[in-house]
């Protein structure tokens, strides 16, 4: 029996809790720091994520035998380094990489090069610094508009830039390089724009064997019909339409296996999840990022349609076993619809209360992301609230779940998109 403890505060947390909370094989489970969703189903501690000290003192005292961790910045900062640095800690099975792998996310150059260093399929591309800006210019003008701009750190999912005209590109290069980013901008990738559909690929890997969840689609944009500011995520859909079986095979023979085998040849100790960014380009697999945890609002759509142990899959990665393990993929399609602050991703207010219609929809799941309790009411928190997950046998119904469900969410100046799950239904009937 396993006493788990799941780090982060949002509705991916949230629906990694809502998950390993039905396994069998589970004694008791913890969030740091949580949320009012979190604690209807596990105990939440006052452990601050930025101070590896407090985790270490809430697992010793709580008998944690396992951490899972939701978000980038405790990995890139090297947590599971941490760990492994403290004999009292060191046999806690730790669902992460340390600080070398979680590279492959807090710098875009150094993904970037593992991929063409093993032969990943990806884009073109050159990364510049301040210095460079001369030669930034200049590659820019070997390249046809769009064209891509990635502030090389982490930037909270919002440092990527797709400018249309080149004299735009060459403004928003200066602007990243003079701190429009902070230190995540100082230096940038470039890289050619590849004309395609995007989709996201999830990994659990033990550094050896791997197992491959189910895919899923975000939705960045603010706007209706992908327009407007980028934004954490304001919904997905899983499954994928056109990640058939014969792309998916493309996808684990030419990305997954060669990544995996990549920070092994690397003798990078690698055992967490790997979210692969992918564009699918007429039918071929392209990387466009790597995230080295589960994405938000991904993790919403996908842990419903996983049907196998999540915890015992954990489990075997501990042991070094995960090649024993199977992920079951549930049938049916899950639709999230992310309900937002009025303002986000820009200006915007917290603290109304939130109301939820006390009679659910069926197969619905709500998930909190930005939320916060006081003297028991749910208050707004941040810029992504909540999180709605409708699951049926078609896309369709799944979608018409979703959007009735996410109408019994209310507070004030809520927004959410109308159009999520559309363009995948146009193509399906295409």
Not at 238 to 261: G, H, N, Y
């Amino acid at each position: 029996m396993r006493r788990v403890l799941v780090i982060g505060s949002g509705g991916r947390e949230h629906a990694i809790i809502w998950k390993l909370s039905g396994s069998p094989l589970l004694d008791k489970l913890f969030c740091a720091p949580g949320n009012p969703g979190t604690a209807a189903l596990a105990t939440n501690l006052d452990a601050d994520i930025k101070d590896f000290s407090s985790i270490a003192k809430a697992v010793k005292e709580n008998k944690i035998d396992m951490v899972v961790v939701g978000p980038e910045d405790p990995l890139v900062n090297g947590l599971r380094d941490y760990f492994e640095a403290d004999s009292d800690l060191a046999d806690v099975v730790f669902i992460g990489p340390g600080r070398e792998g979680a590279k492959l996310e807090g710098s875009k150059e150094y993904a970037k090069a593992f991929m063409e260093r093993w032969n990943i399929p990806t884009a073109r591309y050159m990364s510049f610094g301040k210095e460079d800006i001369g030669r930034a210019y200049d590659f820019l003008d070997t390249l046809q508009a769009p064209y891509v701009l990635k502030a090389d750190g982490l930037a909270g999912g919002k440092g990527v830039v797709i400018p249309t005209e080149l004299e735009e590109a060459r403004m928003e290069l200066a602007t990243m390089l003079d701190g429009k980013f902070g230190d995540a901008g100082k230096r940038v990738v470039i890289e050619e724009y590849l004309h395609g559909i995007e989709l996201s690929v999830f990994v659990l890997t033990d550094g050896s064997d791997y197992l491959i969840l189910p895919e899923a689609k975000d939705y960045k944009r603010i706007g209706e019909g992908d327009t407007g500011l980028n934004t954490g995520g304001m919904g997905a859909v899983s499954p994928v339409l056109f990640a058939d079986a014969a792309f998916m095979k493309k996808v684990e023979d030419r990305i997954v296996k060669p990544t995996v085998d990549g920070l092994r040849r690397d003798n990078i100790p690698y055992k967490g999840f790997i979210f692969i960014g992918l564009m699918n380009c007429g039918g071929e697999p392209f990387v466009i990022e790597y995230n080295v945890r589960m994405g938000d609002p991904e993790t919403e759509a996908v842990m419903p349609r996983i049907e196998s142990d999540l915890l015992a899959h954990f489990v075997a990665l501990g042991e070094g076993r995960l090649g024993s393990e199977k992920v079951i993929h549930s049938s049916k399609s899950a639709l999230t619809i992310v309900a937002v602050s009025g303002g986000y991703p820009e200006q915007f207010q917290k603290g109304y209360p939130v109301e939820i219609a006390s009679e659910a929809v069926e197969h619905t799941l709500l998930f909190h992301s930005g939320t916060r309790s006081e003297n028991g009411t749910v208050l707004t928190a941040g810029g992504r609230v909540m999180a709605l997950t409708a699951l049926a046998d078609s896309p369709e119904d799944a979608r018409e779940r979703a959007y009735l469900g996410i109408s019994r969410v209310s507070f004030r100046d809520i927004y959410f998109r109308k159009d999520l799950g559309l363009d995948l239904l146009n193509f399906k009937k295409d």
